[in-house]
């Protein structure tokens, strides 16, 4: 659990994205519940803070939690704060981030990990602005406007007896959508270039000179399955293995797990197809095109992670599509 005291710097052009912000403008002036969705490492806690910073109670705090690094007991704990001897080691009283966040902003970071207890305690705060500190019999009253975030389907989640209806109808009251960054198109560049300047400094260079074309086609063609938090890790992880002040970034560093020389042997072996001179000979094209689909749809899935909706996504391709054509390349499904 974190304060923040200021708002991060929004960065990009895309409508998609512009819309999102502006959505989260619109809901910062009503304390009402609201639901962020989107990937991991979009920036679904930049439009909490949006909406924070720019409501009529700015001054007020903004605390923050992610729910899915904390057990079940710690979760309710530190959201509703404990008595003294109410568990094993509580040996004095402390409040929770509903007590302390006032009349501020909390923000709940993977609000779909917690667990159905802990659910209904939420509610009970959404609905009357009420609660008892863990192991307390005082009826505590809480203000805080709370703006939950989570990466998965909450609707599924209800539908399967994972997640409250009921919660989840008072945390929608509205819902801002953010964009993944590969549907972002140029606002890779932009956000690469603030993310380079950044660490340029940090690294003590006096300029930082730019992408290379084939630097700015990576950006470009990548699909970001980690979207802006993986975007920094790449720009910072290939400025500081460059080890090039004076120079244009040549080339991204993507996959770090990936080993220098599958990447040289990789460039070898293009560069001798490339060089093998045209045969007068018959050709088996239906083999040639196979090895290649077989070659795009294992590289997609690798660089994805082998999530195959996004592979899909990479390849423009429908979710269904994949499915289908992993079966005919009897690739593993």
């Known amino acids: 659990m974190t304060e923040?005291?200021?708002?991060?710097?929004?960065i990009g052009e895309h409508p998609l994205f512009l819309s999102a912000l502006d959505h989260a403008s619109q809901l910062?002036?009503?304390?009402?519940p609201v639901l962020v969705l989107g990937e991991r490492g979009s920036g679904k806690e930049l439009v909490a803070q949006?909406?924070?910073f720019l409501a009529p109670r700015w001054g007020e705090p903004f605390l923050k939690i992610n729910c899915a690094a904390l057990t079940e007991s710690l979760v309710e704990s530190t959201l509703f704060g404990h008595e003294a001897g109410a568990f094993t080691g509580a040996n004095r009283s402390q409040s929770g981030l509903f007590e302390r966040a006032e009349q501020g902003t909390l923000f709940l970071d993977e609000i779909a990990t917690l667990s159905l207890r802990v659910q209904e305690k939420l509610l009970r705060v959404l609905e009357y602005g009420e609660y008892q500190r863990v192991g307390g019999q005082k009826t505590l009253i809480s203000g805080a406007r709370v703006v939950g975030a989570t990466h998965v389907d909450l609707r599924t989640f209800a539908n399967e007896g994972r997640f409250r209806?009921?919660?989840?109808d008072r945390l929608a009251f509205d819902v801002v959508h953010m964009p993944p960054l590969r549907m972002r198109g140029e606002d890779v560049l932009l956000l690469a270039n603030h993310f380079a300047l950044g660490f340029a400094v940090q690294l003590g260079w006096e300029y930082f000179h730019g992408f290379s074309r084939l630097a700015r086609q990576q950006l470009l063609s990548y699909p970001w399955p980690?979207?802006?938090?993986?975007?920094k890790n790449v720009i910072e992880r290939s400025l500081f293995r460059s080890g090039q002040p004076d120079a244009e970034l040549q080339q991204m560093v993507l996959n770090p797990f990936d080993p220098p020389w599958q990447a040289s042997s990789q460039a070898d072996a293009s560069q001798f197809n490339n060089d093998v001179p045209a045969s007068d000979q018959p050709v088996d094209f239906k083999a040639l095109r196979l090895a290649w689909e077989r070659e795009q749809v294992e590289r997609a899935l690798s660089v994805c992670q082998h999530h195959q909706g996004k592979a899909a996504a990479w390849l423009g391709l429908s979710y269904d599509q994949l499915r289908a054509l992993l079966k005919r390349l009897e690739l593993p499904k």
């Open 4 to 10: 923040s005291t200021s708002s991060n710097k929004a």
């Open 28 to 32: 910062a002036a009503l304390p009402r």
């Open 50 to 52: 949006r909406m924070h």
């Open 165 to 168: 209806d009921d919660l989840l």
């Open 226 to 231: 980690g979207n802006v938090r993986e975007l």
